[in-house]
């Protein structure tokens, strides 16, 4: 990154104030926006583009997981798969893997992140240790090579340390590849200082916050603790994913999950809800009016079978969402849009249903999500205007999809009908990370993450 100032000319763009035409966005040398202005001509700019918008943040990723893509598609012998049986292939998985693996797939996930118009990512990071649990010589060795991953592609990171202390609501001692994930309340404290370091040195625009995994994974009296220990960062927890789950705590709490939650814990603007799958009427309304961003994952809760979630009611009562790539098996912001989309359309035989008056469905999609984005991330974007971080993408005006469209409909014809290749340059916090739709590191990252995954296949 370069010290001096620098400008990007677009002939269209989606500011602050809406689509502007002929606009001038100049960035600083530590990445914010600092003017966006008409302007007559590009001549004065360092760059220039057709249609520049707000970049979105990626809410949920678990990058490791980027390279299980294809190995857990086969039906398994013992008949009806679920989610529960894909976290067995999971969790075998992530036991064959070595720190130079973890921030190889890192680097390659991160890659696609900004190829596909992602400009900053929360990693949602829970391996921590050797496998069998055995801590690396520094406890924090794994958010360090997620940090350094982060460090070499340029995206913006918010490391969101794991705390995972049990292995179910009764208390259960870990197992397996769990065994990785394990800290109690004083490690994980030590473990978030280390991952807080790792952060800060990758940029002026990381940061992190705290991720209880689940109310299955961490007990009242530590979830609360770490809610008073760590506050004003950003909170993320895993909740109503799969109906097994909600009765497991039923059972244990008498309530279910998301009703527990809010009834025992500050739920507010901090906090991001992962998945929230299934929530009752009452919960959806309750969830919609606390501040909290929920994080939907459309790609990976369909490919998990997780269910629909309520995004009508929800959108309805003012609920704040953004979308997260999990499990990374496809990594595409706008993808993930239009999955959520049409899951709504499938379950209620009906058209456009997630879209505010006056605004089309895609860009009441967009909008939503670059919100809700930044806030679960504790991230100055989310809009092109002065005092923000430059996360910026640029659209290919002759990407089949774009034909002769312009404003919204450019939005709906990206998300209803194209794909990643639309995305022609992508700034993270003002970092020029990708051009003509190809990551500055591309060569060497592919090459790296091939040479470790041949590795990896072998133990599989
Ligand atoms: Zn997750």
């Known amino acids: 990154m370069s010290d001096a100032t620098k400008s990007v000319f677009a002939r269209k763009a989606l500011t602050a104030k809406g689509w502007e ?25 360092s760059y220039s583009v057709d249609v520049l918008l707000p970049a979105q ?14 190995l857990s598609e086969a039906r398994s012998p013992a008949g009806r798969d679920s989610f529960w049986t894909w976290r067995e292939i999971m969790y075998r998985f992530l ?28 990693e949602f990071h829970y391996v921590h240790h050797q496998p069998g649990g055995q801590p690396y010589a520094r406890l ?25 202390m049990q292995g179910g609501v009764d208390g259960r001692a870990l197992a397996g590849g769990q065994l990785r994930f394990g800290n109690d309340l004083e490690r994980y404290v030590e473990l978030v200082e280390q991952a807080k370091a790792a952060a800060k040195s990758v940029g002026p625009d990381a940061g992190f916050g705290v991720a209880p995994h689940s109310i299955r994974a961490v007990n009242e009296r530590d979830l609360k603790a770490i809610e008073q220990q760590f506050q004003g960062v950003p909170f993320h927890i895993h909740i109503a994913e799969q109906i097994p789950e909600i009765e497991e705590v039923e059972a244990a709490y008498g309530q279910r999950s998301m009703s527990w939650l809010l009834d025992h814990l500050p739920v507010n603007e901090r906090w991001c809800l992962i998945h929230a799958t299934h929530m009752n009427d009452q919960e959806t309304q309750r969830v919609a009016v606390s501040g909290a961003v929920v994080g939907l994952c459309p790609i990976t809760e369909a490919n998990l079978g997780d269910g629909i979630f309520n995004g009508v009611n929800y959108l309805r009562d003012g609920g704040r969402f953004g979308t997260g790539s999990d499990s990374n098996i496809r990594i595409a912001p706008s993808e993930e849009l239009r999955q959520l989309e049409y899951s709504q359309r ?21 909008d ?42 450019l939005l709906d014809g990206w998300i209803f009908a194209g794909d990643r290749q639309a995305v022609s340059d992508v700034w993270s916090a ?14 060497e990252v592919i090459a790296a993450y091939k040479k470790r995954l041949a590795s990896i296949l072998e133990k599989v």
Request: with cysteine; glycine share 10%; hydrophobic share 45%.
């Open 21 to 45: 035409n002929n606009v001038l966005v100049r960035v600083d040398g530590l990445g914010r926006i600092i003017a966006v202005a008409p302007e007559s001509a590009a001549e004065s700019a």
């Open 57 to 70: 943040s990626n809410l949920h990723s678990h990058t490791f997981q980027r390279a299980m893509a294809g």
């Open 95 to 122: 036991d064959i893997l070595d720190p130079e693996d973890i921030e190889s797939i890192a680097a390659f996930a991160f890659m696609e992140m900004l190829e596909s118009g992602y400009a900053s990512v929360a």
């Open 140 to 164: 924090g060795e794994l958010s360090e090579r997620i940090a350094a991953a982060a460090s070499a592609t340029g995206i913006g990171l918010t490391l969101l340390p794991v705390a995972y």
């Open 346 to 366: 499938l379950r209620d035989v009906s058209r456009v249903t997630l879209s505010l008056e006056g605004k089309s469905c895609g860009r009441t999609l967009y």
């Open 368 to 409: 939503t999500a670059l919100a809700g984005g930044a806030q679960a991330l504790g991230r100055q974007s989310g809009s092109i205007a002065p005092g923000k971080w430059a996360d910026m993408l640029a659209l290919d005006v002759e990407n089949t999809a774009l034909f002769g469209l312009a404003n919204d409909r």
């Open 430 to 443: 003002g970092r020029h990370v990708v051009r003509d739709g190809r990551h500055h590191a591309r060569a």
